[in-house]
Protein backbone atom coordinates (compact mmCIF):
# COMPACT_ATOMS: atom_id res chain seq x y z
CA UNK A 1 0.00 0.00 0.00
CA UNK A 2 1.49 3.57 -1.06
CA UNK A 3 1.85 6.12 1.47
CA UNK A 4 0.13 8.95 0.32
CA UNK A 5 1.77 11.30 2.86
CA UNK A 6 4.96 10.32 1.44
CA UNK A 7 3.80 11.18 -2.21
CA UNK A 8 2.50 14.44 -1.03
CA UNK A 9 5.52 15.69 0.78
CA UNK A 10 7.61 14.63 -2.01
CA UNK A 11 6.03 16.43 -4.72
CA UNK A 12 4.27 18.82 -3.18
CA UNK A 13 6.14 20.03 -0.13
CA UNK A 14 10.10 19.56 -2.17
CA UNK A 15 12.25 17.98 0.36
CA UNK A 16 15.12 20.55 0.03
CA UNK A 17 13.22 23.38 0.45
CA UNK A 18 13.91 25.01 3.72
CA UNK A 19 17.56 24.02 2.85
CA UNK A 20 20.45 26.99 2.28
CA UNK A 21 22.04 26.36 -1.18
CA UNK A 22 25.33 24.91 0.83
CA UNK A 23 23.80 22.25 2.70
CA UNK A 24 22.05 20.66 -0.66
CA UNK A 25 23.85 17.23 -1.91
CA UNK A 26 24.37 18.91 -5.58
CA UNK A 27 26.45 21.60 -3.64
CA UNK A 28 28.25 18.44 -1.40
CA UNK A 29 29.25 16.90 -5.06
CA UNK A 30 30.25 19.76 -6.96
CA UNK A 31 32.72 20.99 -3.71
CA UNK A 32 33.85 17.94 -3.88
CA UNK A 33 35.25 17.80 -7.79
CA UNK A 34 36.21 21.90 -7.35
CA UNK A 35 37.13 22.45 -4.13
CA UNK A 36 38.19 19.09 -2.22
CA UNK A 37 38.66 20.42 1.24
CA UNK A 38 35.06 22.31 0.98
CA UNK A 39 33.16 19.55 0.19
CA UNK A 40 34.53 17.04 2.59
CA UNK A 41 33.25 19.37 5.39
CA UNK A 42 30.39 19.73 3.49
CA UNK A 43 29.54 16.00 3.23
CA UNK A 44 30.42 15.13 6.95
CA UNK A 45 27.92 17.63 7.99
CA UNK A 46 25.01 17.94 6.17
CA UNK A 47 25.12 14.66 4.51
CA UNK A 48 22.70 12.25 6.29
CA UNK A 49 24.82 8.91 5.13
CA UNK A 50 26.61 6.88 8.12
CA UNK A 51 30.01 7.85 9.04
CA UNK A 52 31.18 4.59 7.73
CA UNK A 53 29.75 5.80 4.60
CA UNK A 54 31.05 9.23 4.36
CA UNK A 55 34.34 8.54 5.46
CA UNK A 56 35.26 6.03 2.50
CA UNK A 57 34.30 8.59 0.36
CA UNK A 58 35.94 10.91 1.86
CA UNK A 59 38.95 8.80 1.20
CA UNK A 60 38.33 7.78 -2.23
CA UNK A 61 38.44 11.58 -3.62
CA UNK A 62 41.31 12.46 -1.55
CA UNK A 63 42.94 9.43 -3.56
CA UNK A 64 41.36 10.73 -6.98
CA UNK A 65 42.82 14.27 -6.49
CA UNK A 66 46.45 12.98 -5.61
CA UNK A 67 45.82 10.52 -8.73
CA UNK A 68 44.44 14.05 -11.00
CA UNK A 69 47.28 16.22 -9.52
CA UNK A 70 49.95 13.33 -10.43
CA UNK A 71 48.20 12.93 -14.12
CA UNK A 72 48.36 16.67 -14.76
CA UNK A 73 52.10 16.75 -13.62
CA UNK A 74 53.53 13.90 -15.59
CA UNK A 75 51.21 15.45 -18.68
CA UNK A 76 52.47 19.09 -18.36
CA UNK A 77 55.37 19.59 -16.30
CA UNK A 78 57.76 16.64 -15.98
CA UNK A 79 59.08 16.98 -19.41
CA UNK A 80 59.86 20.38 -18.82
CA UNK A 81 61.63 19.40 -15.32
CA UNK A 82 63.28 16.57 -17.63
CA UNK A 83 64.77 19.33 -19.81
CA UNK A 84 66.06 21.48 -16.89
CA UNK A 85 67.47 18.28 -15.54
CA UNK A 86 69.23 17.34 -18.48
CA UNK A 87 70.66 21.29 -18.68
CA UNK A 88 71.85 21.23 -15.36
CA UNK A 89 73.87 17.70 -15.96
CA UNK A 90 74.93 19.34 -19.58
CA UNK A 91 78.34 20.37 -18.95
CA UNK A 92 79.36 21.82 -22.58
CA UNK A 93 80.26 25.32 -22.70
CA UNK A 94 81.19 27.55 -25.81
CA UNK A 95 82.42 30.72 -25.46
CA UNK A 96 83.72 32.92 -29.13
CA UNK A 97 85.46 36.01 -28.14
CA UNK A 98 86.64 39.11 -30.50
CA UNK A 99 88.78 42.17 -29.60
CA UNK A 100 89.22 45.42 -31.09
CA UNK A 101 91.62 48.28 -30.08
CA UNK A 102 90.97 52.00 -30.74
CA UNK A 103 92.14 55.26 -29.01
CA UNK A 104 94.46 53.42 -26.43
CA UNK A 105 91.31 51.82 -25.41
CA UNK A 106 90.85 47.79 -25.59
CA UNK A 107 87.47 46.50 -26.64
CA UNK A 108 86.03 43.37 -25.72
CA UNK A 109 82.94 41.42 -26.43
CA UNK A 110 81.88 37.47 -27.27
CA UNK A 111 78.60 35.24 -26.90
CA UNK A 112 78.19 31.76 -25.18
CA UNK A 113 76.19 29.51 -24.17
CA UNK A 114 76.51 30.10 -20.03
CA UNK A 115 73.72 30.78 -18.38
CA UNK A 116 72.92 34.26 -16.98
CA UNK A 117 74.96 35.54 -14.55
CA UNK A 118 78.09 33.71 -14.58
CA UNK A 119 81.12 35.13 -14.26
CA UNK A 120 83.77 35.16 -16.50
CA UNK A 121 87.46 35.60 -15.40
CA UNK A 122 89.51 38.01 -18.20
CA UNK A 123 93.16 39.22 -18.60
CA UNK A 124 94.49 41.57 -21.19
CA UNK A 125 98.27 41.00 -21.32
CA UNK A 126 101.00 43.08 -23.48
CA UNK A 127 102.84 39.99 -25.03
CA UNK A 128 105.99 42.30 -25.42
CA UNK A 129 105.67 44.48 -22.14
CA UNK A 130 103.96 41.66 -19.95
CA UNK A 131 101.69 43.73 -17.40
CA UNK A 132 98.38 42.67 -17.02
CA UNK A 133 96.66 46.10 -18.37
CA UNK A 134 93.34 44.44 -17.15
CA UNK A 135 92.62 41.93 -14.79
CA UNK A 136 88.71 41.23 -13.42
CA UNK A 137 85.19 39.56 -14.00
CA UNK A 138 82.24 39.87 -17.01
CA UNK A 139 79.51 38.72 -15.97
CA UNK A 140 76.94 37.31 -19.02
CA UNK A 141 73.58 38.94 -19.71
CA UNK A 142 71.54 37.49 -22.42
CA UNK A 143 74.21 34.89 -23.63
CA UNK A 144 76.84 37.52 -24.58
CA UNK A 145 79.70 39.78 -22.52
CA UNK A 146 81.56 42.88 -23.28
CA UNK A 147 83.52 45.42 -21.92
CA UNK A 148 87.05 48.05 -22.09
CA UNK A 149 89.88 49.08 -20.55
CA UNK A 150 92.74 51.76 -21.36
CA UNK A 151 96.40 50.66 -22.27
CA UNK A 152 97.28 54.66 -22.77
CA UNK A 153 101.37 54.61 -22.50
CA UNK A 154 101.72 51.11 -23.76
CA UNK A 155 104.41 50.48 -26.04
CA UNK A 156 103.62 49.34 -29.68
CA UNK A 157 103.13 45.37 -29.87
CA UNK A 158 101.21 42.50 -29.69
CA UNK A 159 97.76 42.53 -26.70
CA UNK A 160 96.45 39.17 -26.11
CA UNK A 161 92.38 39.17 -24.57
CA UNK A 162 92.30 35.96 -22.41
CA UNK A 163 88.70 34.99 -20.98
CA UNK A 164 87.79 32.09 -18.84
CA UNK A 165 84.95 30.35 -17.47
CA UNK A 166 85.38 27.85 -13.92
CA UNK A 167 83.40 28.55 -10.75
CA UNK A 168 87.19 27.85 -9.01
CA UNK A 169 88.54 30.47 -10.94
CA UNK A 170 87.14 33.62 -9.87
CA UNK A 171 87.44 35.28 -6.82
CA UNK A 172 84.09 36.45 -6.71
CA UNK A 173 81.73 33.77 -5.80
CA UNK A 174 79.92 32.24 -8.61
CA UNK A 175 75.80 32.35 -8.30
CA UNK A 176 75.00 29.16 -6.40
CA UNK A 177 72.54 28.24 -9.67
CA UNK A 178 75.94 28.35 -12.10
CA UNK A 179 78.41 26.22 -9.14
CA UNK A 180 75.02 23.78 -9.18
CA UNK A 181 75.38 23.41 -12.76
CA UNK A 182 79.22 23.28 -13.54
CA UNK A 183 80.39 22.45 -9.96
CA UNK A 184 82.65 24.55 -7.36
CA UNK A 185 85.98 23.41 -9.51
CA UNK A 186 84.28 23.48 -12.88
CA UNK A 187 84.16 19.08 -12.42
CA UNK A 188 80.94 18.86 -13.96
CA UNK A 189 82.44 20.87 -17.45
CA UNK A 190 82.48 18.51 -20.22
CA UNK A 191 83.82 18.73 -23.59
CA UNK A 192 86.89 18.92 -25.90
CA UNK A 193 87.58 22.42 -25.53
CA UNK A 194 88.16 21.22 -21.05
CA UNK A 195 91.15 22.47 -20.15
CA UNK A 196 92.35 21.43 -16.46
CA UNK A 197 94.88 23.26 -13.80
CA UNK A 198 95.62 22.13 -10.91
CA UNK A 199 92.24 20.33 -10.39
CA UNK A 200 90.28 23.39 -11.55
CA UNK A 201 88.06 22.09 -15.00
CA UNK A 202 87.68 25.37 -17.30
CA UNK A 203 87.02 26.86 -20.67
CA UNK A 204 89.34 29.63 -22.87
CA UNK A 205 89.01 31.64 -25.77
CA UNK A 206 91.90 34.18 -26.70
CA UNK A 207 92.32 36.73 -29.21
CA UNK A 208 95.75 38.44 -29.82
CA UNK A 209 95.64 41.92 -31.12
CA UNK A 210 97.51 44.54 -32.63
CA UNK A 211 98.42 47.64 -30.74
CA UNK A 212 100.18 50.59 -33.02
CA UNK A 213 100.98 53.77 -31.19
CA UNK A 214 103.05 56.96 -31.67
CA UNK A 215 103.70 57.80 -28.15
CA UNK A 216 106.93 58.40 -27.18
CA UNK A 217 108.53 57.89 -23.92
CA UNK A 218 111.18 60.56 -23.94
CA UNK A 219 111.88 62.28 -20.63
CA UNK A 220 108.16 62.24 -19.99
CA UNK A 221 106.77 60.71 -16.78
CA UNK A 222 104.46 57.67 -18.27
CA UNK A 223 102.23 57.58 -15.34
CA UNK A 224 101.99 61.63 -15.65
CA UNK A 225 100.01 60.67 -19.13
CA UNK A 226 96.91 58.40 -17.33
CA UNK A 227 93.75 59.42 -16.88
CA UNK A 228 93.66 59.96 -12.98
CA UNK A 229 89.59 59.51 -12.91
CA UNK A 230 90.00 55.94 -15.06
CA UNK A 231 92.81 54.84 -13.43
CA UNK A 232 90.79 55.32 -10.07
CA UNK A 233 88.10 53.18 -11.52
CA UNK A 234 90.10 50.82 -12.69
CA UNK A 235 92.04 50.36 -9.47
CA UNK A 236 88.63 50.75 -7.51
CA UNK A 237 87.74 47.08 -10.02
CA UNK A 238 90.61 45.36 -8.67
CA UNK A 239 90.66 45.81 -5.11
CA UNK A 240 87.09 44.90 -5.37
CA UNK A 241 88.37 41.43 -7.52
CA UNK A 242 91.42 41.10 -5.00
CA UNK A 243 89.39 41.36 -2.11
CA UNK A 244 85.39 40.21 -2.78
CA UNK A 245 84.32 39.82 0.90
CA UNK A 246 86.60 42.00 2.85
CA UNK A 247 85.33 45.55 2.52
CA UNK A 248 87.81 46.87 4.88
CA UNK A 249 91.01 45.23 2.63
CA UNK A 250 89.31 46.63 -0.54
CA UNK A 251 88.92 50.10 0.89
CA UNK A 252 93.08 50.14 2.40
CA UNK A 253 94.05 48.74 -1.71
CA UNK A 254 92.32 51.21 -2.95
CA UNK A 255 93.52 54.15 -0.65
CA UNK A 256 97.21 52.60 -0.90
CA UNK A 257 97.31 52.43 -4.99
CA UNK A 258 96.11 55.67 -5.34
CA UNK A 259 98.87 56.85 -3.35
CA UNK A 260 101.54 55.24 -4.97
CA UNK A 261 100.07 56.32 -8.46
CA UNK A 262 100.11 60.17 -7.47
CA UNK A 263 103.65 60.04 -5.91
CA UNK A 264 104.62 58.35 -9.27
CA UNK A 265 102.72 60.45 -11.06
CA UNK A 266 104.53 63.64 -9.66
CA UNK A 267 107.90 62.46 -9.81
CA UNK A 268 110.25 64.56 -12.23
CA UNK A 269 112.29 62.53 -14.35
CA UNK A 270 115.58 64.05 -15.19
CA UNK A 271 116.46 62.07 -17.71
CA UNK A 272 115.52 59.33 -20.68
CA UNK A 273 116.68 56.59 -18.88
CA UNK A 274 114.63 57.45 -15.56
CA UNK A 275 111.53 57.83 -17.60
CA UNK A 276 112.37 54.52 -19.65
CA UNK A 277 112.91 52.76 -16.46
CA UNK A 278 109.64 54.57 -14.58
CA UNK A 279 107.66 52.67 -18.13
CA UNK A 280 109.33 49.24 -17.87
CA UNK A 281 108.38 49.43 -14.29
CA UNK A 282 104.96 50.27 -15.24
CA UNK A 283 105.07 48.19 -18.25
CA UNK A 284 105.95 44.65 -16.13
CA UNK A 285 103.27 45.86 -13.46
CA UNK A 286 100.70 47.81 -14.78
CA UNK A 287 97.95 49.06 -12.61
CA UNK A 288 99.95 47.80 -9.95
CA UNK A 289 101.03 50.84 -8.57
CA UNK A 290 102.14 49.80 -5.05
CA UNK A 291 104.61 47.69 -6.93
CA UNK A 292 106.11 49.99 -9.73
CA UNK A 293 106.89 52.03 -7.00
CA UNK A 294 108.46 49.79 -4.95
CA UNK A 295 110.48 49.26 -9.13
CA UNK A 296 111.56 52.81 -8.94
CA UNK A 297 112.85 52.68 -4.75
CA UNK A 298 114.38 49.26 -5.61
CA UNK A 299 116.56 50.95 -7.80
CA UNK A 300 117.49 53.66 -6.04
CA UNK A 301 118.70 50.68 -3.15
CA UNK A 302 120.41 48.75 -5.74
CA UNK A 303 122.61 52.01 -6.43
CA UNK A 304 123.03 52.87 -2.89
CA UNK A 305 123.84 49.06 -2.17
CA UNK A 306 127.59 47.71 -1.34
CA UNK A 307 128.41 44.23 -0.87
CA UNK A 308 130.75 44.06 2.00
CA UNK A 309 130.98 39.83 1.93
CA UNK A 310 132.10 36.81 0.01
CA UNK A 311 128.51 35.44 0.92
CA UNK A 312 126.96 38.61 0.09
CA UNK A 313 128.46 38.98 -3.55
CA UNK A 314 127.47 34.92 -3.87
CA UNK A 315 123.59 35.74 -3.19
CA UNK A 316 123.33 39.05 -4.67
CA UNK A 317 124.38 37.33 -7.94
CA UNK A 318 122.23 33.81 -7.96
CA UNK A 319 119.39 36.29 -7.53
CA UNK A 320 119.98 39.02 -9.95
CA UNK A 321 120.10 36.15 -12.17
CA UNK A 322 116.59 34.87 -11.50
CA UNK A 323 114.88 37.97 -11.41
CA UNK A 324 116.85 40.29 -13.92
CA UNK A 325 113.74 41.65 -15.05
CA UNK A 326 112.52 43.43 -11.72
CA UNK A 327 114.54 45.52 -9.42
CA UNK A 328 111.92 44.83 -6.72
CA UNK A 329 111.95 41.38 -6.64
CA UNK A 330 115.74 41.81 -6.45
CA UNK A 331 116.17 44.02 -3.69
CA UNK A 332 113.59 41.45 -1.96
CA UNK A 333 114.62 37.89 -2.68
CA UNK A 334 118.54 39.60 -1.47
CA UNK A 335 117.47 40.53 1.87
CA UNK A 336 115.19 37.53 2.51
CA UNK A 337 118.27 35.07 1.39
CA UNK A 338 120.92 37.00 3.52
CA UNK A 339 118.21 36.97 6.40
CA UNK A 340 118.04 33.33 5.62
CA UNK A 341 121.85 32.84 6.11
CA UNK A 342 122.43 34.77 8.74
CA UNK A 343 119.51 32.82 10.44
CA UNK A 344 121.82 29.57 9.66
CA UNK A 345 124.68 31.07 11.00
CA UNK A 346 123.40 31.87 14.24
CA UNK A 347 121.17 28.87 14.35
CA UNK A 348 122.05 26.37 17.89
CA UNK A 349 121.05 22.51 17.42
CA UNK A 350 120.34 21.06 20.35
CA UNK A 351 118.67 17.97 19.49
CA UNK A 352 119.34 15.18 17.31
CA UNK A 353 115.92 15.59 15.45
CA UNK A 354 116.76 19.46 14.83
CA UNK A 355 119.57 18.28 13.48
CA UNK A 356 117.92 15.53 11.11
CA UNK A 357 115.14 18.08 9.90
CA UNK A 358 117.87 20.54 9.60
CA UNK A 359 119.93 18.57 7.14
CA UNK A 360 116.79 17.52 5.13
CA UNK A 361 116.21 21.37 4.21
CA UNK A 362 119.66 21.63 3.18
CA UNK A 363 120.02 18.67 0.94
CA UNK A 364 116.61 19.87 -0.71
CA UNK A 365 116.35 23.88 -1.11
CA UNK A 366 120.57 23.47 -1.06
CA UNK A 367 121.55 26.95 -1.25
CA UNK A 368 117.67 28.64 -1.10
CA UNK A 369 118.33 30.01 2.62
CA UNK A 370 114.94 31.55 3.18
CA UNK A 371 113.59 28.10 2.30
CA UNK A 372 115.61 26.39 4.47
CA UNK A 373 114.15 28.36 7.41
CA UNK A 374 111.16 28.06 6.26
CA UNK A 375 111.46 24.61 6.20
CA UNK A 376 112.76 24.26 9.63
CA UNK A 377 110.72 26.48 11.25
CA UNK A 378 107.37 24.74 9.64
CA UNK A 379 108.93 21.38 10.84
CA UNK A 380 109.61 22.42 14.05
CA UNK A 381 106.32 24.23 14.24
CA UNK A 382 108.15 27.50 14.87
CA UNK A 383 106.06 30.63 14.12
CA UNK A 384 107.78 32.70 11.33
CA UNK A 385 106.28 35.82 9.78
CA UNK A 386 106.55 37.25 6.35
Known sequence: MVDRNYRERTWDDDLYSNQKFYERPWFTWLMMFVCLPLGIILLVRYDDRSRALKGILSIFFVYLAL??????????????????????????????????????????SGETN????????????????????????LEIQNGSF??????????????????????????VTQPQKIIDQYGEIGELLTGENVMEYDSIR???AYYTLTYQTEFSIGTQNIIATLDPEEIDSVVYEGAVYEWPDDQLSQEDEYEHQMESFYRLANLTMDDEDDAARLADAYYLWGYDFIMVEEEVLAYEWLN???????????????????WSDSYAMIK?????????????????????????????????WEDDYAMIKYEFENEMSIPHYD
Open 67 to 108: ALIGIIYITFFHKTDVAKSQQRTDGNVDISLVASVEDDQVFI
Open 114 to 137: LPDGALLLIEIEHLEASPFYFEGI
Open 146 to 171: NGSTSIAGAPSGNIEVWVAFSPGLTK
Open 202 to 204: YIE
Open 304 to 322: ALTLDTEIEQTIFERVESE
Open 332 to 364: YEFEVQLEGYQWLENLTIETEEEQRILQEAMDY
